[in-house]
């Protein structure tokens, strides 16, 4: 996926010396935008401390409760926004991979960095049991939280060692895409289809042909592979197209639904609504609003150090 210029982060995380940084927010009951649509270099483990939400890494849907944590990787587009209309407190850990202590040794970053920017592993990224390794993940982004407040150079060694201690557990559950998945290469066809033509009308017998398999036997795979049917992977992966286009250009509504395959105003509306909980024209004004908000809050952040 291309990334837009215009929808790339323009908060500060951390600096060179200290390549990290703690970010907490709240989202009113009014607003339906918890993170406006954006991409940056960085890594992220958002941690939600309450409410409830719907958090988009790319094309892929979270739905997220109180303590679940989701590890965002570098330049992916991700959007949130409220279940219920309720509010949401979250706290966000952005860090530059340098922050691993590992990344200034070449061998150890080819072993252990490189795999995942490369995408020869995928790391997990949704975090919802409180045991085990999982509940590891959660404990750590929540200690890592804790020093909101701390200077960086007197909590460094501290946030380095837990971020190191959680792309352990990340690597070490993380899917080898090396190792091939059968069944995921059967309907990976299908999925690369949607992703070039989506614009255009799209049946589930067509993406069943990209596949040289019969519709149920496609259905059945779609679903086990990637927890969701096509039809709504489809839906959802054109909502996300609009997501970029409302916040990266100056089209219509009426424009963006034709331009990411709706067919008409009203069926782009009512889906749109269904998945993001709030009209094209709310998501629009909220999501700049927000952005601008926290663009004000950089500078008055650089001038009040």
Not at 58 to 72: N, Q
Not at 157 to 163: A, M, Q, T, V
Not at 170 to 184: G, K, T, V
Not at 220 to 239: C, D, G, N, T
Request: aromatic share 10%.
């Amino acid at each position: 996926m291309n990334l837009p210029e215009t929808l790339k982060d323009t908060v500060d995380h951390g600096s060179y010396r200290y390549p990290f940084a703690i970010h907490e927010a709240t989202s009113i009951e009014q607003e339906h935008i918890m993170l406006y649509l954006h991409w940056h270099p960085e890594a992220e483990l958002l941690m939600l401390l309450d409410g409830d939400t719907t958090l988009l890494i790319d094309d892929r849907p979270y739905e997220m409760h109180t303590g679940d944590v989701i590890f965002v990787p570098p330049y992916t587009l991700h959007v949130g926004h409220t279940l219920k209309s309720h509010s949401c407190h979250f706290v966000a850990v952005v860090f530059q991979l340098s922050a691993l202590s590992i990344s200034g040794d070449q061998a150890l970053n080819d072993a252990y960095i490189v795999p995942m920017e490369k995408g020869i592993l995928r790391f997990p990224e949704h975090f919802t049991e409180d045991t085990g390794w999982q509940g590891r993940i959660r404990r750590l982004t929540k200690e890592i939280a804790e020093y909101i407040n701390v200077p960086a150079k007197d909590c460094e060694l501290i946030i380095r060692g837990k971020l190191l201690e959680i792309w352990h557990h990340l690597y070490m559950h993380a899917d080898r895409m090396l190792i091939s998945n059968p069944d995921y290469d059967r309907i990976q066809p299908a999925i690369c289809y949607m992703r070039e033509f989506y614009r255009n009308p799209i049946t589930i017998s067509e993406l069943a042909r990209q596949c040289s398999l019969s519709v149920s036997r496609f259905s059945y795979l779609f679903q086990k592979e990637m927890h969701i049917s096509a039809i709504p992977y489809l839906q959802k992966y054109r909502i996300h197209q609009s997501c970029a286009l409302l916040l990266s250009t100056d089209m219509t509504i009426a424009a963006v639904a034709m331009e990411t395959g709706f067919g008409n105003l009203s069926n782009f509306n009512r889906n749109f609504l269904r998945v993001v909980h709030c009209t094209p024209s709310e998501f629009r004004d909220e999501a700049r609003a927000l952005r601008r908000q926290q663009e004000e809050q950089t500078i008055v952040d650089e001038i009040n150090p």
